[in-house]
C-alpha cells in the first residue's frame, strides 16, 4: 500500500514537473519570437505573465467568472499576454500559428464553459482586458468601443455625456464587449432596436495572418461573421464601433412577483399568449423558481418588465393586454436610462451610475447554463407538469426573455444570429452554487440536464436551438482534427442554423489552418471538399 502510495506521489510530481517544463519553454519560445516581431523587451516584460510570476495567479482570476474553471485540478495556460496595444495583439498571434500553439481569447471572461481560458491541451491566454477605450460621438451618434471594456463602462460613458441615447445589449455590466457582441448581444431592448450586432457599423480585427483590418479591408463576408459568429473563431476584434439609439428621458421598470397561490401558472399561460404582441417599447423577462414557502415547495414567478415611456402608458397596455400580471402604478418606477441599468444589474436603489465602473462582480458562483427557444405557447397543464418538475428536481430555474417586436422583422441570415421571427421567446436554465466538490459538481449538472431533457417536447426542433453566447459544450465538443467539421455541424445549426455553412466557408477562406480554435468554433472545410 505504502508503495502504491509513493508511485501515486511520483506521477503527481511529474506531471506538475513536465507541465511546469512545458510552461517554461512556451514562454521562452514566445519571447524570442516576440522579440523577432519587433516589440522591444521592455514592453514584453509588461505584458507576459509565466506561472513562476508573482501576479499570474491574480491575473488568472481576475476574469475568471465560474468557480467550476477555478480549482486545482484545472489546467493554467503556459503564459498570460496582456497586450497594451494592437501591435502586441498582431505580434501574440503571429507566434501563436508559428508556435502552433493554441491561443484563448478573453475579453470578459463571461463565457458560460470558461472557453476563453481553459482548454485540454497547452494553451496561452491572450486576455484583452488594458484594451478597453471608449470613444462616444454624440453627433453622429456612435461609440467606438475596444474588445477589452466591459458593458457597464460603455453604459456609463455614454450618459456621461446624454441621457437621451443608450446601446442596446446585455443587463450584466461585467460582460465584455468583445465577447457579449461577437456572439450576438442581447439585452431588454431587443424588441424594440434587437440586438447589438444589429448596430454595428465597422470593427477592428487582427487576423489569423496577424494583419489589423477594418470593415473595408477585412471585406463584408468576415464582417458579417464577426457580428453574431463568435469572433474568437475568425480573429482577434479589437474594437467595434456601434450605432447609439434612442430613449426617452424616462423609462419604467417593475418587478411582479406571482407565488403559487396568487395564479402563477395562469400569468405564465397568459405571458406566452402576449408576449410576440406586446407593444415594442416593452421587454418583459420572467423568472422561474423553486422556493420553500410555509414549509410547502412550489415554483415562484418572477415578472421584471423594462418600459421605453411613462407608467401610465405603460398600465394602458398591461391593462388591456395582460390583466393576469395585475401591475399598478406601486409597482411601477420612472427613471432615466442608466438608472434602469442600474436596476436590472439588482444594485441597491440609492446606487450611482459609478457602480457601473467596477470591474470585479459582488460574488463568482459554481454554474451551469443551457438555453432553449419556444415557439408555440406552452399549455396549463404542460405548464404544471414543469412546475412540478422543477420542484422534484431542486435548484434549477428557469428565464423566459421576450422575442417579438423587431426582432419579427429582421431576415433570419442578415447575421450569423438566425433566432429571429417565429419565437415567442428563449429560456435560459440556470443553476447556481457555492458548495465545492466533485459530488456536488455532479449533482448540480445533472439537475440541469434533467430538466433540459424534460423541456424536449416543448421547444424548438430540427434542429433544437441554441443561443451561443449561452455557451453549453453538452450540446457538442470539438476537438479540432479530421473529423472537425463533422463535429462542429453538431453544435453549430443549432446555434446558427442555416448560417453554419456560410460561417465555415468564410473560416476556411480567412484561417485556413485553424488558428483560431476552440471547444466549439466554426470549423474549417476538409481539404477535399475546399474547392467544392
Not at 60 to 70: A, P
Not at 71 to 92: D, F, N
Not at 97 to 117: F, V
Not at 311 to 320: E, N, P, V
Request: proline fraction near 4%; glycine fraction near 8%; charged fraction near 20%.
Amino acid at each position: 500500500m505504502e508503495k502504491v502510495h509513493l508511485l501515486l506521489l511520483l506521477a503527481i510530481f511529474l506531471y506538475f514537473l513536465n507541465g511546469t517544463c512545458a510552461a517554461y519553454s512556451i514562454h521562452k519560445s514566445f519571447v524570442q519570437c516576440l522579440s523577432d516581431n519587433k516589440i522591444p523587451s521592455c514592453q514584453i516584460s509588461k505584458i507576459i505573465y509565466t506561472p513562476k510570476n508573482p501576479s499570474f495567479t491574480t491575473v488568472l482570476q481576475s476574469y475568471i467568472r465560474n468557480r467550476r474553471f477555478n480549482v486545482s485540478t484545472t489546467r493554467k495556460p503556459a503564459i498570460i499576454i496582456t497586450p497594451l496595444s494592437e501591435i502586441h495583439v498582431s505580434a501574440a498571434v503571429i507566434c501563436a500559428k508559428k508556435l502552433k500553439t493554441q491561443l484563448k481569447i478573453r475579453s470578459g471572461g463571461h463565457d458560460y464553459e470558461g472557453i476563453s481560458y481553459v482548454s485540454d491541451t497547452k494553451f496561452v491566454i491572450l486576455d484583452m482586458f488594458n484594451l478597453r477605450s471608449i470613444n462616444v460621438s454624440i453627433e453622429d451618434r456612435t461609440a467606438w468601443v475596444e474588445s477589452g471594456a466591459l458593458l457597464g463602462e460603455l453604459y456609463y460613458r455614454i450618459t456621461e455625456n446624454t441621457n437621451l441615447l443608450a446601446f442596446p445589449a446585455g443587463v450584466c455590466p461585467t460582460m465584455g464587449i468583445g465577447g457579449h457582441i461577437s456572439g450576438g448581444g442581447y439585452g431588454n431592448m431587443i424588441r424594440k432596436y434587437g440586438l447589438s450586432v444589429d448596430h454595428v457599423v465597422d470593427a477592428k480585427i487582427v487576423d489569423a495572418n496577424g494583419r489589423v483590418l477594418d470593415r473595408k479591408s477585412m471585406g463584408e463576408d468576415l464582417f458579417w461573421a464577426i457580428r453574431g459568429g463568435g469572433g474568437a473563431s475568425f480573429g482577434v476584434v479589437l474594437a467595434y464601433k456601434l450605432n447609439l439609439v434612442p430613449v426617452p428621458e424616462d423609462v419604467t421598470v417593475f418587478t411582479v412577483q406571482k407565488e403559487a397561490s396568487q395564479n402563477a401558472t395562469d400569468a405564465v399561460f397568459q405571458y406566452q399568449q402576449i408576449v410576440d404582441k406586446m407593444d415594442k417599447d416593452l421587454f418583459m423577462r420572467v423568472l422561474l423558481q423553486p422556493v420553500t414557502l410555509n414549509k410547502t415547495r412550489s415554483v415562484r414567478a418572477t415578472f421584471i418588465g423594462m418600459f421605453l415611456g411613462n407608467s401610465d402608458r405603460l398600465l394602458s397596455i398591461t391593462g388591456s393586454l395582460f390583466p393576469e400580471l395585475g401591475l399598478q402604478k406601486s409597482d411601477c418606477h420612472e427613471m432615466n436610462w442608466i438608472y434602469s441599468v442600474i436596476y436590472w444589474a439588482n444594485f441597491v436603489n440609492t446606487s450611482a451610475p459609478e457602480v457601473l465602473l467596477d470591474r470585479a462582480p459582488e460574488s463568482v458562483n459554481f454554474l451551469k447554463r443551457k438555453s432553449d427557444y419556444v415557439q408555440t405557447p406552452i399549455s396549463k397543464p404542460g405548464l404544471e407538469k414543469l412546475f412540478d418538475k422543477m420542484v422534484e428536481i431542486g435548484k434549477v430555474g428557469l428565464v423566459f426573455n421576450s422575442y417579438g417586436g423587431v426582432m419579427n422583422e429582421i431576415d433570419e441570415s442578415a447575421t450569423p444570429f438566425p433566432h429571429r421571427a417565429g419565437n415567442l421567446f428563449k429560456i435560459q436554465y440556470s443553476v447556481n452554487w457555492k458548495e465545492e466538490g466533485e459530488e456536488a459538481d455532479k449533482d448540480y449538472v445533472a439537475q440541469i440536464r434533467e430538466l433540459y431533457s424534460f423541456m424536449e417536447p416543448y421547444v424548438s426542433k430540427n434542429p433544437r436551438q441554441a443561443f451561443l453566447n449561452y455557451r453549453d459544450l453538452d450540446i457538442g465538443i470539438n476537438d479540432n482534427s479530421n473529423n472537425s467539421y463533422e463535429q462542429g455541424k453538431i453544435y453549430g445549426e443549432k446555434y446558427f442554423k442555416g448560417n453554419f455553412d456560410r460561417l465555415v466557408k468564410i473560416k476556411t477562406r480567412v484561417d485556413p489552418d485553424n488558428v483560431f480554435r476552440n471547444e466549439q468554433s466554426i470549423p474549417i472545410l476538409p481539404s477535399g471538399r475546399r474547392n467544392a
